[in-house]
């Protein structure tokens, strides 16, 4: 017995081992020197390799000393390496996240700087336009859902919009900071190759945008939030924006993306009634998560009320509405 559960404490540090590996190889791929380029491939094989013989090794050989401190070291080395990696502030960034969002609250007065709200006449090919807006603290009373799927239903893009009464609608989407003619690569973004950043838009900028233009299904669903929980969680990304003024972040694929951010920071309002959830991760499911919770209305069923939850259509028929005429006509079925 003592050798079946020497064995698997073995196998578990073994898979370990692996998983360091592959993780080397992908950090040292994607943030190794990118010239000359048979170099970086071969750092990174080397990398993974090492660390893949150190899990044969401790299987099927009596480990050594040695063997650890060797494992030990080259470890030591890599997280050294990588905590030299920062997130840059200044670079030639895509035009449509160029701006962060400047937010102040005084008393019950918002003022919102650099909201982005362009004239989208293509899937990337849009007429820039930012402006300042103010809203009232008293007046915020709803928060709602966007999803846009793309292709894979299990992969959406989340982002959040927050209502004022008589003063319209505040779209919330964190995404990543592109540079100019950049492609954004899943996978290059979890090794820290990608800024977060956090937009402030219209949403006949941010929903149009896909619905219209890059043929994405776009869903838009109510949350069921009482305006001081709702003014809590808006104050959570007033937060947000100002630490990213302060110092820029990195984006990451799995960790730090536009569902895992939002729903940090509904755990900082509600904590432990948004618990943790595999759909968390899998952002398509994300509204499945939350009719489970109660926080989508439960009074049809879940394929119902997703079905019904779709704008894509309503927004082509919105034509050139911009601001609350948009805001309303793809809320006609609230």
Same mark, same amino acid.
């Not at 559960?5 to 898979?15: D, E, K, N």
């Not at 993780?23 to 791929?29: L, N, P, Q, R």
């Not at 071969?42 to 000393?65: E, G, H, T």
């Given at each position: 017995? %003592?050798?079946?559960?020497?064995? +698997? !404490?073995? &196998?578990?540090? /073994?898979?370990? $081992? =692996? #998983?360091?590996?592959?993780?080397?190889?992908?950090?040292?791929?994607?943030?190794?020197?990118?010239?000359?380029?048979?170099?970086?491939?071969? %750092?990174?094989?080397?990398?993974? +390799? !090492?660390? &893949?013989?150190? /899990?044969?090794? $401790? =299987? #099927?050989?009596?480990?050594?000393?040695?063997?650890?401190?060797?494992?030990?070291?080259?470890?030591?080395?890599?997280?050294?390496?990588?905590?030299?990696?920062?997130?840059?502030?200044?670079?030639?960034?895509?035009?449509?996240?160029?701006? =962060?969002?400047?937010?102040?609250?005084?008393?019950?007065?918002?003022?919102?700087?650099?909201?982005?709200?362009?004239?989208?006449?293509?899937?990337?090919?849009?007429?820039?336009?930012?402006?300042?807006?103010?809203?009232?603290?008293?007046?915020?009373?709803?928060?709602?859902?966007?999803?846009?799927?793309?292709?894979?239903?299990?992969?959406?893009?989340?982002?959040?919009?927050?209502?004022?009464?008589?003063?319209?609608?505040?779209?919330?989407?964190?995404?990543?900071?592109?540079?100019?003619?950049?492609?954004?690569?899943?996978?290059?973004?979890?090794?820290?190759?990608?800024?977060?950043?956090?937009?402030?838009?219209?949403?006949?900028?941010?929903?149009?945008?896909?619905?219209?233009?890059?043929?994405?299904?776009?869903?838009?669903?109510?949350?069921?939030?009482?305006?001081?929980?709702?003014?809590?969680?808006?104050?959570?990304?007033?937060?947000?924006?100002?630490?990213?003024?302060?110092?820029?972040?990195?984006?990451?694929?799995?960790?730090?993306?536009?569902?895992?951010?939002?729903?940090?920071?509904?755990?900082?309002?509600?904590?432990?009634?948004?618990?943790?959830?595999?759909?968390?991760?899998?952002?398509?499911?994300?509204?499945?998560?939350?009719?489970?919770?109660?926080?989508?209305?439960?009074?049809?069923?879940?394929?119902?009320?997703?079905?019904?939850?779709?704008?894509?259509?309503?927004?082509?028929?919105?034509?050139?509405?911009?601001?609350?005429?948009?805001?309303?006509?793809?809320?006609?079925?609230?």
């Amino acid at each position: 017995m %003592l050798k079946v559960g020497g064995f +698997l !404490a073995r &196998a578990v540090l /073994a898979l370990m $081992l =692996l #998983l360091a590996g592959a993780w080397s190889f992908g950090a040292i791929f994607y943030q190794g020197p990118q010239q000359p380029h048979a170099l970086r491939i071969a %750092l990174a094989a080397s990398s993974a +390799l !090492a660390f &893949a013989a150190a /899990a044969v090794a $401790l =299987l #099927l050989y009596r480990s050594r000393v040695a063997h650890w401190a060797a494992v030990a070291g080259l470890g030591a080395l890599l997280i050294g390496w990588w905590s030299t990696i920062v997130p840059a502030e200044h670079k030639d960034w895509a035009p449509d996240v160029a701006r =962060l969002p400047v937010i102040r609250i005084e008393g019950d007065n918002i003022t919102v700087e650099n909201v982005r709200d362009f004239d989208w006449t293509g899937a990337d090919a849009a007429k820039p336009h930012w402006e300042t807006r103010r809203y009232h603290l008293s007046n915020l009373e709803s928060l709602d859902l966007f999803t846009s799927v793309w292709g894979n239903p299990n992969i959406a893009h989340v982002f959040l919009s927050f209502g004022f009464k008589g003063e319209g609608q505040l779209a919330m989407s964190v995404e990543v900071r592109r540079v100019n003619g950049e492609i954004y690569d899943p996978i290059a973004s979890a090794f820290r190759k990608d800024n977060l950043v956090l937009v402030a838009a219209d949403e006949a900028d941010v929903a149009k945008v896909r619905a219209n233009f890059r043929g994405e299904t776009v869903s838009l669903y109510r949350l069921a939030a009482k305006p001081p929980r709702v003014r809590a969680f808006f104050e959570q990304y007033v937060g947000l924006a100002r630490r990213l003024i302060e110092a820029p972040m990195f984006y990451n694929t799995l960790t730090t993306n536009c569902t895992t951010t939002d729903v940090i920071l509904a755990r900082h309002v509600v904590g432990d009634a948004l618990p943790l959830d595999w759909r968390i991760l899998v952002s398509g499911r994300l509204p499945d998560y939350l009719y489970d919770l109660g926080s989508i209305s439960r009074a049809k069923p879940l394929a119902e009320t997703k079905q019904g939850a779709v704008i894509t259509e309503l927004s082509k028929e919105a034509g050139d509405l911009r601001g609350e005429p948009y805001s309303d006509f793809i809320r006609r079925r609230f």
